[in-house]
DNA sequence: CGCCGTCGTCTCGCATCCGAGACAATTGTG
DNA sequence: CACAATTGTCTCGGATGCGAGACGACGGCG
């Protein structure tokens, strides 16, 4: 058992706070974390206290507060996953002599956060702050890969939807996609041949948090000529050992890359 | 002195990390928040557990981790503004018999996020979700006037920053916007007429959180035929109570809304 | 209108947590 | 290479925080 059983509390009633779209009476809280009715007040007021916690006073509810998004904002100007992901990145461009790029999903594009060259290996299209389509994307594919079926025909809700590269190829319907992103899971990677740049491909994999959801993709590039089956093992393999890296350093008890 | 002293050190430890763009030694945010060494390893111990902390361990440094950035996520979706500013609105309306409206600030533009129409009043063109220009809307620039100058600046860097409207109107340089922000504040409040639309101008004023900072403007329409000095007076000290009154359940110990 | 249930605050005693300080490991420096 | 500084973990005893339960206020209901 950790110290500071009161700093886990408070947490507690942040995160069931977090998990309601309404605020919540206090002894609804309270019951629904097992914790006794005064200790719960003393948290509230704390929390209430430096803004975590909103008191909804007429309605006697409680919901987050405006300190609760300041967190957050914070933490996306501290770039943890670019931070993180730079020293595995490295060491993957190393192992494999090949370029190597990191990307988070945006809504229905990919960002580039990294990329690593390898010394040899040609310039990358995938500059850091690049958005592409990520269902054009072997990285974008990853990541979509692991999101939920309903969260997919969300972001694609109907044909144009689907943007297309002036040379053809990648998906054009809900349908198509859901079909690759299934043999994308078979796989445990995803693969993209010359929909990006011709004469380069890529395999990725995703990069997940303890709740299974995608935060980034490692990808690594090769000529397609180059892509026997035994060389495209190799790299998958390598990246995946990144990418479960780089995971468990963001979210302790992470959940792992897909196996 | 309130309870739960540990609840308390552990938000300060995740306010102190995220005033720093880098993350930092457990040994300085020990320093830096008066703690003993111990609780502070203690308190990063159960946040890094929890996801609110990120352990750098080659750098030997903690930053802010995932469950901070889910948390500020989980307060948008409680849309917290709306639902406060709800009550307050309906009865400013009663009050007045004009129609009311509450927007906040995103970039450039306002987002309406509520509109209260009083009986026998024209409709309002800011529905819900609409977005308009701040620089001509009473209640952007009710907002704009609560920003730091280099924030403003920042905002409009040139000229091609001032979007026209095809009746003309509203500032076309940044000097020039600068000069009504600057009557804003001496007013109190700021007045919009006929810019958004023909014959009925507003009056609001800006709401503030506890550092001062623009959360949102509550805003009162009329037509400009009606809009005498002392009539307008008198709506906007209505306005300035609602506001005010928001403010305090938003951010307890809330700055008010400038005098 | 009276009663009941709930909310929010408060008290106080005891069980538990906090923090001083020891220690091993690691890193930095001359 | 040796020494000093720092990091991160651990122990344990005394001080303090937690939580049971009382209480007043308020709202809902018959």
Redesign the pocket.
Known sequence: MS????AANALDVLEHLSRHAEPL???SIARDLG?????V??LL?VLHGRGYVTHY?EE?RFGLGQAAYELGSAYQRQAPLARVARAAMRRLVDQCGRNAHFATLDGRDVIYLLEERAPGQPMLVTDVGVRLPAHLTASGLAMLSALPATQVRALYPDRASFVQRSGGGGPRSLAELRSILARTRADGHAREEGTVTPDLSSVAVPVLDRGGRPLAAVALTLRTADASSEHVGDLVARARVAAEDVGRRLSPSAVMTRR
């Open positions: 110290n500071a059983p009161a009476p206090a002894a914790l006794p009715r005064s200790s007040y003393h007021k006073v006697r």
